[in-house]
Nanobody
Framework: QVQLVESGGGLVQAGGSLRLSCAAS????????MGWFRRAPGKEREFVAG????????GYVESVKGRFTISRDNAKNTVWLQMNSLKPEDTAVYYC????????????????????WGEGTLVTVSS
């Protein structure tokens, strides 16, 4: 079973940056696409960014394109989400997620297809 632990959340002013980290356990990390979702107050969990198992493909929700960057290092079993130019509407609990990616091309993840979830880390962006 894959274990995911997020870190790096916190309070930041609008326009600032944060870097989230997700540490994954297990020997099968490289078999999975990785993604980040978020749940804003009063909202459903939504996909934010994803990266295929080898890192060759990435995908982003339109609202974060040009501001967020997802990356991974399979040797370190870690995936990151660099968040720049943060806006108050980015305030949410951010969740790391995985999905098996047998063809190494999955970069857009649906919440209903996620295999494993992390516990989440809170990002608060003040005005």
């Amino acid at each position: 079973q894959v274990q995911l632990v997020e870190s790096g959340g916190g309070l930041v002013q609008a326009g600032g940056s944060l870097r989230l980290s997700c540490a994954a356990s297990g020997r099968i990390f490289s078999s999975y696409a990785m993604g980040w979702f978020r749940r804003a107050p009063g909202k459903e969990r939504e996909f934010v960014a994803g990266i295929s198992r080898s890192g060759g493909s990435t995908g982003y929700v339109e609202s974060v394109k040009g501001r967020f960057t997802i990356s991974r290092d399979n040797a370190k079993n870690t995936v990151w989400l660099q968040m720049n130019s943060l806006k108050p509407e980015d305030t949410a609990v951010y969740y790391c997620a995985t999905k098996r990616d047998p063809f190494d091309r999955l970069s857009y993840l649906g919440a209903n297809g996620v295999d494993y979830w992390g516990e989440g880390t809170l990002v608060t962006v003040s005005s």
